[in-house]
């Protein structure tokens, strides 16, 4: 079965709303490695509207460059999770609309290697809520930014186990978690 894996930059105070505005001061080596290592596990990708639009309107004039995310996620596949798009033109994407919860249920017992997310907070709580999440990835930066879309949501209470950690030289702590199995959620 695929699993699904989700990842973010986030402060310290939960933020991961525009990491475009902090991020950058402390990117390293391993961060790179770490961000590599789920694109090189995932052979598609899962998105909700806004990060498809914002994507779709950006990664595509990139095919080509030096930036080296650019080919894959130009070329990856691509589910784009949305109640109020009609179409999707980005090269390799595909529309998921209806019974959300039987739709990705059906998508991870398909044959294929893991589905990368890299944001979409409403998506993400969405899996979560329903036990589709397989794993978490956090890569926690250490300044408090103050203000922003934070992961959580305030009454969302989902039990996760610690299952790696590690200390990058900048500061950031990079976390996965799992949902701990055969227990509720709540929220």
């Known amino acids: 079965m695929r699993k699904i894996v989700a990842s973010f930059f986030m402060s310290l105070d939960g933020v991961v709303e525009a990491p475009d505005q902090w991020h950058f001061p402390y990117f390293s080596e391993e961060m790179g490695a770490a961000v590599g290592a789920l694109m090189s596990e995932s052979d598609a990708m899962m998105m909700g509207r806004v990060m498809y639009e914002s994507w779709a309107a950006y990664w595509p004039d990139k095919a080509g460059t030096d930036d080296p995310f650019a080919d894959f996620i130009n070329n990856v596949r691509k589910y784009v999770v949305s109640s109020t798009l009609d179409t999707v033109e980005w090269q390799n994407s595909t529309l998921v609309t209806g019974d959300f919860v039987k739709e990705i249920t059906e998508l991870k017992q398909q044959p294929g290697k893991t589905i990368g997310i890299s944001g979409s907070t409403n998506l993400?709580?969405?899996?979560?809520?329903h036990n589709l999440l397989?794993?978490?990835?956090?890569?926690?930066?250490?300044?408090?930014?103050?203000?922003?879309?934070?992961l959580f949501e305030e009454g969302l209470q989902i039990p996760m186990a610690l299952t790696s950690s590690e200390t990058f030289p900048t500061g950031v702590l990079s976390l996965s978690y799992q949902p701990v199995a055969d227990q509720p959620v709540a929220g």
């Not at 993400?124 to 809520?129: A, F, T």
């Not at 397989?134 to 934070?150: A, F, N, T, Y």
Request: no cysteine; proline share 4%.
């Open 124 to 129: 993400v709580r969405s899996l979560m809520r």
């Open 134 to 150: 397989d794993e978490l990835r956090l890569l926690v930066h250490p300044i408090v930014v103050g203000k922003g879309q934070r």
